[in-house]
T-cell receptor
C-alpha cells in the first residue's frame, strides 16, 4: 500500500528552529512536495524535491533522501504566522499526489 | 478572477439530495483535481482530469461524478448525498508536463455538511 507518515502535532517557540519529518512508502516516486495550510484556508505550495539533498528557500528548507524514503521541512526564525499545518505529498507512479495527514505546528511566544 | 474559484463556500444539504460543487480556473491549466479533506486524514483524491474531455477516478470516487467540458470548469456532482460525504472539498489545478507531477494550486474550498 501507499503511506505517508508525519507527526500529528508539534510545538515550537517563536524565533526558534523546527524540523518536521515525513516518511513515505509509495508505488513509484515522482517528487516530494511540502504545502502549508492555515486553519480554514487552502493549502499553498512551499517546496518541491525530486533529487536527494537540501533545497533552501528563505527561512524554509526541505531535504530529501530517496533511498530512505524520508524528507524533512526545516523552518528557521519561527514567526507566529508560521502556525499552520504542514502537508507532505509524494508523486506516485501515476503522477498523482499521495498526501500525508499533515503536521499541525503551534508556535508559542 | 485570478486563480481558482469554488462555489458555494459552504452548504448544508439533506441526505438524498443532489448537489453540484463548482470549480473554475483562469490559469489555463490542463490538469484539474477534486479532493476531500477530513480531520485526521490527508487530502484524498476523488476525481481528476488531465485535459479537457478526459476524467479519471481517484482514491475515493464512489458517490461522485465529474465532467470536463472545457479547460476552465470542473464541476463535482454528488448524485444522492449521504452523511459520510460531509467534508471540506478542494478543487486544484496544475500544468501537466507528462514527465511528473507539478505544483498544484488550490481553490478556497467548499465546506459541505450532509444531514
Amino acid at each position: 500500500g501507499q503511506n505517508i507518515d508525519q507527526p500529528t502535532e508539534m510545538t515550537a517557540t517563536e524565533g526558534a528552529i523546527v524540523q518536521i519529518n515525513c516518511t513515505y512508502q509509495t508505488s513509484g516516486f515522482n517528487g516530494l512536495f511540502w504545502y502549508q495550510q492555515h486553519a480554514g484556508e487552502a493549502p499553498t505550495f512551499l517546496s518541491y524535491n525530486v533529487l536527494d539533498g537540501l533545497e533552501e528557500k528563505g527561512r524554509f528548507s526541505s531535504f530529501l533522501s530517496r533511498s530512505k524514503g524520508y524528507s524533512y521541512l526545516l523552518l528557521k526564525e519561527l514567526q507566529m504566522k508560521d502556525s499552520a499545518s504542514y502537508l507532505c505529498a509524494v508523486g506516485d507512479s501515476n503522477y498523482q499526489l499521495i498526501w500525508g495527514a499533515g503536521t499541525k505546528l503551534i508556535i508559542k511566544p | 478572477i485570478a486563480g481558482i474559484t469554488q462555489a458555494p463556500t459552504s452548504q448544508i444539504l439533506a441526505a438524498g439530495r443532489r448537489m453540484t460543487l463548482r470549480c473554475t480556473q483562469d490559469m489555463r491549466h490542463n490538469a484539474m483535481y477534486w479532493y476531500r479533506q477530513d480531520l485526521g486524514l490527508g487530502l484524498r483524491l476523488i476525481h481528476y482530469s488531465n485535459t479537457a474531455g478526459t476524467t479519471g477516478k481517484g482514491e475515493v470516487p464512489d458517490g461522485y461524478s465529474v465532467s470536463r467540458a472545457n479547460t476552465d470548469d470542473f464541476p463535482l456532482t454528488l448524485a444522492s448525498a449521504v452523511p459520510s460525504q460531509t467534508s471540506v472539498y478542494f478543487c486544484a489545478s496544475s500544468e501537466s508536463s507528462g514527465t511528473g507531477p507539478l505544483e498544484q494550486y488550490f481553490g478556497p474550498g467548499t465546506r459541505l455538511t450532509v444531514t
